[in-house]
């Protein structure tokens, strides 16, 4: 039983990496009609987080690099434990997982499974929960989070806010 689930969900991941060049098609559809919700300068992402939708996952880019943007449910958000309250970002009455795509272990991508709210890294079977923490190894930690700084409605990736030096102070972020 336990072994069909874990299969289930494997059979999941696989599907949705190929969903994976759907979306990255449609995102860059989307990035050329519309400058926002990411308009990106000098190192900086603005990402509008009022365009995101609750549960699906979106890959932004900062300096080169995936970063991974979930809204959280109503559900998520009241189903949450103090740990994983201190990796949500909260923006405008919403609750946000914001992290770098990549990882921890050696750097893969891991995928979102929607129905499980969970990633699994294909790689060598780590997971980490819909808040980014780990909950399998061998990643060694949860999802890194990058410098970010609210401002009204958006976030700013690349500057440093309160909110991001409380999460490296507490030892949530590298
Ligand atoms: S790179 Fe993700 S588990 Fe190894």
């Not at 970010?148 to 590298?174: D, R």
Request: charged share 20%; hydrophobic share 35%; net charge positive.
């Amino acid at each position: 039983m336990k072994n069909s689930s874990r299969r289930g969900f494997m059979g999941k991941a696989f599907g949705a990496v190929a969903g994976v060049g759907a979306v990255a098609a449609l995102y860059a559809m989307k990035k050329t009609w519309d400058p926002l919700p990411s308009v990106k300068a000098a190192g900086f992402t603005t990402l509008d987080m009022s365009a995101y939708k609750e549960n699906e996952l979106v890959t932004e880019k900062w300096r080169g690099k995936p970063i991974f943007v979930l809204k959280y449910t109503p559900e998520m958000m009241s189903q949450l434990t103090e740990k994983q309250k201190g990796r949500t970002i909260s923006v405008g009455g919403s609750d946000y997982m914001v992290t770098l795509g990549l990882c921890t272990h050696l750097g893969c991508i891991p995928s979102y499974n929607a129905d499980e709210k969970g990633f699994l890294c294909a790689c060598h079977g780590g997971t980490y929960d819909f808040t980014g923490d780990v909950t399998k190894l061998p990643p060694p930690r949860g999802l890194d989070i990058p410098p970010f700084k609210i401002e009204g409605n958006t976030l700013v990736l690349g500057e440093v806010g309160p909110e991001y030096s409380q999460m490296k102070e507490t030892g949530i972020t590298l």
